[in-house]
């Protein structure tokens, strides 16, 4: 047995210094839940929970009776306030949210942020995570990956920052929920390359878990032919913009940038002298990428 595998068993999952461990929960799927996990949230004072009602079923799950206190979006600067007054107190303190890895696109980030301030050590305890998870069942092999998160919810909005993401050398990694995603994969459809492919995953780990991938302008056709594949919470992968001859993905990057606040030949201009590519080729590109 591994040494770090046959001391885990004998020792506490805990610090003896305060802490707040940051803990993965399953997506759906209850087996994904990891032995660390178990250990430290049956072994912590409290857990601080985006949606307690929800994650009481979790801890009733495994038979875990520890308390659980509220820490969501709408209350993260007082409840991070209640986490540090535990702490200071010589207790230990868990983080989870309803699925998946907290502070990625979920309620967290700012609580860490404070805890750390105040001079506490924040622990990861690593599992499950959508766009990972995502990613790993892809296909896709770009090599790099750019995680957005949730685009913005109108669609003027969401375009401009897909616009701003077109030079992005790598895979583009989005969640998006039910009520928004026929209206995300047109945006999408729209101003990215027809050429690049998409992955969409949705339900990830549950009963009617689905990964697809399919040149990204068969996207919004795929969704439409049956009403089913709109249901549960998705990630939605696009492939990495397609090399333009002459310009490096990193030339690609900037100009999309750029043009997503400046004219074409003020960010064609600003582009070269940024990255030493070509004016005129920035400038042809940019002209393209604003007629596509």
Known sequence: MHPALSDASSTSPLNKTSSLYVVATPLGNLQDMSLRALAVLKAVDAV???????????LDAFDIRTRLVALHEHNEQEAAGLVIRML?????????????????SDPGARAVARVQDAGFP?????????????????????GH???????????????????ALRGVPGTLVFYEAPHRI???????????????QIVVARELTKMFEQIVRMPLAD???WLAADANRARGEFVLLVSAAPASEGLSPEAERVLGLLLAELPVKQAAKLAAAITGASKNALYERALELRDS
Not at 124 to 139: E, T
Not at 150 to 159: E, G
């Open 48 to 58: 601080a929970a985006e949606d307690t009602r929800h994650s009481q079923r979790l």
């Open 88 to 104: 200071e107190e010589g207790k230990q303190v868990a983080l989870i949210t309803d699925a998946g890895t907290p502070a990625v």
């Open 122 to 142: 924040v622990v990861p305890v690593p599992g499950a995570c959508a766009a990972i998870a995502a990613l790993s069942a892809s296909g896709l092999a770009d």
């Open 145 to 163: 990956f750019h995680f957005h998160g949730f685009l913005p919810t109108k669609s003027a909005a969401r375009k401009s920052a897909l616009d």
């Open 182 to 196: 026929a209206e995300t994969l047109d945006d999408l459809a729209a101003t990215l390359e027809p050429t690049r």
């Open 219 to 221: 996207a919004p056709a």
